[in-house]
T-cell receptor, first 117, second 116 residues
């Protein structure tokens, strides 16, 4: 099993450009999440999904959109990138809340380092 | 506001020595507390998860403790190795009453460096 994979690993954008980050998981997890990690701050939740076709806003959703067309994939889009979106983005997945013994444990991907100039 | 504070911010120890990392939280209602290890350039990896009723949990040379009354946790690393050099993140989950998703509050991490 590959676990959680993310593409691309690195990306440099100019202000105003758009891009999509792809997350894939092969653990048949119901829930998927997108986080950003900035220096001196804990990971912050951008958007999450509790199942195929569903998405919800997290703590810092502005400037991002997401889609979950397939259970195994969760896409994060930046429509018009801004320098404030320079960050490391992590995708994670977990079993559904209430699944016995899971504690909703989240498994993280390797991250995408995004720089917006 | 839910918060997780970790100390120290960074720590340097010699290989073979022990160390203890601290975590204080103000998350309510409490569900569980996790410790993650994050190597440079990698995603966080879970070390332990503890619920309200658990005082201690071990994973090899890592032992986590939880005092739910004082809302404190510690992660003790025994006989440190160079490969223990990483950021250790304390994460607290609030109990989700309705709907799905998560209510995780992440600490900023303790950066540990193990030297020869």
């Amino acid at each position: 099993n590959a676990g959680v994979t993310q593409t691309p690993k690195f990306r440099v954008l100019k202000t105003g450009q758009s891009m999509t980050l792809l997350c894939a998981q092969d653990m048949n997890h119901e829930y998927m999440y997108w986080y950003r990690q900035d220096p001196g701050m804990g990971l912050r939740l951008i958007h999450y999904s509790v199942g195929e076709g569903t998405t919800a806003k997290g703590e810092v959703p502005d400037g991002y959109n997401v889609s979950r067309l397939k259970k195994q994939n969760f896409l994060l889009g930046l429509e018009s990138a801004a320098p404030s979106q320079t960050s490391v983005y992590f995708c994670a997945s977990s079993l559904a809340s209430g699944t016995y013994g899971s504690y909703n444990e989240q498994f993280f991907g390797p991250g995408t380092r995004l720089t917006v100039l | 506001k839910n918060q997780v504070e970790q100390s120290p911010q960074s720590l340097i120890i010699l290989e073979g020595k022990n160390c203890t990392l601290q975590c204080n939280y103000t998350v309510s209602p409490f569900s569980n507390l996790r410790w993650y290890k994050q190597d440079t350039g990698r995603g966080p990896v879970s070390l332990t998860i503890m619920t309200f009723s658990e005082n201690t949990k071990s994973n090899g040379r890592y032992t986590a403790t939880l005092d739910a009354d004082t809302k404190q946790s510690s992660l003790h690393i025994t006989a440190s190795q160079l490969s223990d050099s990483a950021s250790y993140i304390c994460v607290v989950q609030a109990r989700v009453l309705t709907g799905g998703g998560n209510k995780l509050t992440f600490g900023t991490g303790t950066q540990l460096k193990v030297e020869l």
